[in-house]
């Protein structure tokens, strides 16, 4: 017999963490990896359109790396906790670094701050940004109240300029203008 998908121990609105602790599902720590689940879900849509090999490769890492801050952002890092998971650690870091420079060395200088679009993989690479960014300030607040160690809200924080620089490398392999911002 095949098992089922439905548990049935989250039917009062509780949910467990990795490490067997419960808590609410509306929690500050399940909230976080939710929208990281969310983004993740947007890197999957990416990957569905995005035409060349080596974003589809990005994207395919980026989803894997997803599952990772999730599970570490679902562990926490006290000393009850015996759970050793994989975590987000310094090399996930330096490979968006290393990305954003060598797409930014490709594109022309960047000299106004521009407008989101141009085509449908950018608009929602910009959109996976936006994403991204909520999970940054919700790591940040989480943060606050317990340690979640020195990587994740670095790493967030670079995969948002990464995602920021991906946009604009689609628009421009595609020909596709940026369009400045003017204000009113």
């Known amino acids: ?36 689940d969310e983004l993740n879900a947007y890197f999957g849509l990416i990957l569905s359109k995005v035409s060349t090999q080596e974003l589809k490769n990005d994207f395919t890492k980026l989803n894997n790396l997803m599952f990772i801050a999730g599970s570490d952002v679902a562990t926490p890092l006290d000393k009850e906790n015996k759970m050793q998971i994989d975590r987000i650690n310094s090399e996930d870091i330096i490979l968006l ?9 490709e594109m022309p200088i960047l000299k106004n701050f521009i407008l989101g679009g141009g085509t449908e993989v ?13 999970v940054e300030r919700l790591l940040v607040e989480l943060n606050s109240k317990e340690n979640l160690g020195k990587n994740i809200i670095k790493f967030f924080n670079r995969l948002s300029d990464y995602l920021f620089t991906a946009a604009r490398y689609v628009n421009f392999i595609s020909g596709v203008e940026e ?4 204000g009113r």
């Not at 670094?97 to 060395?105: F, N, S, V």
Request: hydrophobic residues 35%.
């Open 1 to 36: 017999m095949a098992a089922k998908i439905y548990t049935k121990t989250g039917d009062n609105g509780m949910t467990a963490l990795f490490g067997g602790q419960r808590v609410l599902k509306s929690s500050l720590r399940v909230n976080t990896y939710g929208t990281i």
């Open 97 to 105: 670094e290393e990305k954003i420079d060598k797409y930014t060395g």
């Open 122 to 134: 950018a608009a929602l690479i910009n959109i996976s940004r936006t994403i991204c960014r909520r």
């Open 179 to 182: 369009t400045p911002w003017k």
